[in-house]
């Protein structure tokens, strides 16, 4: 049998196995079910208190308990619930023996407030210096701190119990970082490197210094109440996103070795693409040059032109910046295609959930390929009339979905693009 | 090989011909040692003289684990930029790298700077450097970087 190549003489790249966790619940079933419904995760914050705080709600995950709790800690056993997830249902390799490399898309990682107070009640005075630090920390008393807030940390973590095969990569690419995830997995395979991949995306870091930081960047919603109606892509009333939780992973696998071993095939990543600009290190450039290049650049590795792209699951922030670009540079791509083209922003349902959102929303992408069903954008009240998108508002829509745009347009112009299909073209 | 920088002008110091990576479980001793063979005969090494440059943190036991592997290879004198450098964390790799291409384009690596005795004086330009990065907690990395034929 010859090996099925894309039109560009590559491996085809095909999705054997997903696993999702949002603030929606556990599990691909519950979150389809939910989504569909136009139910949200976002709820009024309870792991910490909001007295003060502007933004006083998130799309928590507060079913899944880590002890001792720190952001990490959560990402991580997220992350390993989805992995877990998504090999049973690719049933490859053997337990703790993935066949591949991990790609892994992770928050930066700083010593939370529960381990700085640990310290500080352990130099035991109010004012202390770096010097006092090290005199506590000297024996390894604290190595786990160490371990635990190191970046690679996670990914270390997900190597040992899953057995991927090589030194594990952690990235952070800002909003981007799920769609990067996927595609280092999507090249690694492409050049023939291995057979399969696993990748994964997780974010737990609603806490604190997170929160203000964001919100001092005037990037949150302060809607707080009712909390399921903070979140509005596209609509006229929008004033920020909404801080969230979750993890998304993916086996992919080489076309090829996937029917080989009889594997069921979810959906096909038929092209990836990035492009970044250095313009600002929140805002985009003002021109979209570098997201209607992002588009293109997917496009091309797809093989694909606009019109044969059928639904597009949008990075759709509800920032008032993001949406407006968001319509403009898609309209510079797909031309009049833009307002017909259904479009939709699972981020209305389950918050942003940053590092994790590229890859939660190519799971909800594939899952639209399985269902034929577009999920919602919720709170579409008052759409903003400037942005002309064909948003499927507030109640799910059956379409025939052939081919998947999931757009993720990061901080700091990072911007990743993924097209996903159901069949191999 | 390296048309695009020879194409615009540019003079490269040396060729990066290989970079391999893994993860011990570092559960027992040698474990590391271990993973550090097991990446150094995939390295394509060539006859000729060869140096290794390591990025030995001096944490333990990382450290006495990859002085063992280094002693099973002393025909290549070793340099550790941890001495001059300190411990850069991530950067640490790449320097390695960048001093191996710097020694191999002036034809001497850089001379010993070390009282243990791990450190030797290299007679004659190398051929090809290894760079060794092995992390004090986790995850071991080589490359060889090779004189442009």
């Known amino acids: ?425 | 090989m390296g048309q695009a920088a020879e194409a615009r002008g540019a003079k490269p110091y040396a060729k990066l011909s290989s970079v391999v990576t893994d993860l011990a479980r570092r559960k027992q001793g040698g474990d590391m040692e271990a993973t550090l063979e097991k990446l150094w005969d995939k390295l394509p090494k060539r006859a000729g003289k060869g140096a290794i440059i390591s990025g030995a943190s001096g944490a333990e036991p990382a450290t006495s684990e990859e002085r063992g592997f280094l002693k099973k290879h002393a025909d290549f004198p070793v340099r550790a930029t941890g001495t001059m450098f300190g411990h850069t964390m991530e950067t640490q790799f790449p320097l390695g790298i960048a001093l191996a291409a710097l020694s191999i384009s002036r034809g001497a690596l850089f001379p010993p700077n070390d009282s243990t005795g791990t450190e030797i004086e290299m007679q004659g330009a190398p051929t090809q450097i290894v760079v060794v990065g092995a992390g004090h907690w986790r995850g071991e990395g080589m490359a060889l970087v090779e004189a442009i034929d």
């Open chain 1, 1 to 425: 049998m010859t090996a099925p190549r894309d039109k560009l003489g590559r491996p085809v790249v095909v999705v054997t196995g997903m696993g999702i966790t949002t603030s929606l619940g556990a599990g691909k079933t519950d979150n389809w079910s939910k989504l569909v419904a136009g139910e949200s995760g976002i709820r009024t914050i309870t792991r910490f208190p909001v007295d003060g705080l502007k933004t006083t709600m998130a799309g928590t995950v507060d079913f899944v308990s880590v002890d001792p709790f720190s952001s990490t800690g959560l990402s991580e056993r997220m992350a390993e619930l989805v992995t877990q997830e998504a090999l049973e249902q690719a049933g490859i390799g053997a337990k703790g023996d993935f066949p591949g490399p991990l790609f892994l898309a992770v928050a930066p990682v700083e010593v939370e407030w529960p381990q700085r107070r640990e310290l500080g009640r352990a130099v035991g005075s109010p004012d202390f210096t770096y010097d006092d630090l090290l005199r506590i920390s000297g024996g390894g008393k604290y190595s786990a701190f160490h371990h635990r807030f190191m970046f690679g940390s996670v990914a270390a973590h997900l190597a040992e119990t899953f057995g991927t095969k090589g030194s594990p990569i952690s990235l952070s690419t800002a909003c981007a970082s799920g769609a990067t995830s996927i595609q280092l997995g999507v090249e690694a395979i492409r050049r023939g490197e291995t057979d399969a991949a696993l990748c994964v995306a997780t974010d737990g870091t609603v806490n604190p210094e997170a929160l203000v930081r964001f919100s001092l960047l005037s990037a949150l919603s302060t809607q707080n109440d009712p909390p399921q109606a903070a979140s509005r892509p596209f609509s006229k009333n929008r004033d920020g996103f909404v801080m969230a939780e979750g993890a998304g992973a993916l086996v992919l696998e080489s076309y090829e070795a996937a029917t080989a071993r009889g594997a069921k095939i979810l959906g096909v990543i038929a092209g990836c693409g990035e492009l970044t600009d250095s313009f600002h290190r929140t805002r985009s450039s003002p021109d979209g040059k570098p997201i209607i290049g992002c588009m293109n650049k997917t496009l091309a590795d797809a093989g694909m032109t606009p019109d044969q792209i059928d639904h597009i699951n949008a990075h759709g922030t509800a920032t008032p910046e993001n949406d407006k670009m968001e319509f403009n540079t898609t309209s510079a791509v797909f031309g009049d295609l833009a307002q017909k083209i259904p479009v939709t922003s699972n981020k209305s349902m389950v918050g942003h959930t940053i590092s994790a959102a590229g890859a939660v929303e190519a799971i909800f992408s594939l899952l639209t390929l399985e269902h034929q069903r577009i999920p919602p954008t919720i709170n579409y009240e008052t759409p903003d009339p400037t942005i002309l998108f064909n948003v499927v508002g507030n109640k799910a829509r059956d379409a025939r979905v052939t081919a998947v745009m999931s757009n993720s347009f990061g901080f700091g112009g990072q911007n990743a693009s993924l097209i996903l299909t159901r069949e191999p073209a």
